[in-house]
Nanobody
């Protein structure tokens, strides 16, 4: 069983900053890709950013230059530093991880979500 526990969401004014954290726990060999998705009401879930174990990163165009993803492999934790927040960043943010259990077993896991609300 793998758990991803998120923290750091909240209410912030436009132009402000928030930092999300997601800690993975359980019995596994390693966590490979970790990332953040978000889903606003009435919209599909979309990738925000992801990072490989080797710290290669990808970002949605809408957050490039404002958000920074990072991770601590020893702590199985991924972070999302969000700066210059905009009202359109308002959404539920979900942590995502690709977890390896063996050479032939790799599965995706999701956190429970944390709400980010940006007021104008």
């Amino acid at each position: 069983q793998v758990q991803l526990v998120e923290s750091g969401g909240g209410l912030v004014q436009a132009g402000g900053s928030l930092r999300l954290s997601c800690a993975g726990s359980g019995t596994f060999v390693r966590i490979n890709i970790m990332g953040w998705y978000r889903q606003a009401p009435g919209k599909e879930r979309e990738l925000v950013a992801r990072i490989t174990r080797g710290r290669n990163t990808n970002y949605a165009d809408s957050v490039k230059g404002r958000f920074t993803i990072s991770r601590d492999n020893a702590q199985n934790t991924v972070y999302l530093q969000m700066n210059s927040l905009k009202p359109e960043d308002t959404a539920a943010y979900y942590c995502y991880a690709v977890v390896t259990f063996s050479s032939t077993a790799e599965y995706d896991y999701w956190g429970q979500g944390t709400q980010v609300t940006v007021s104008s």
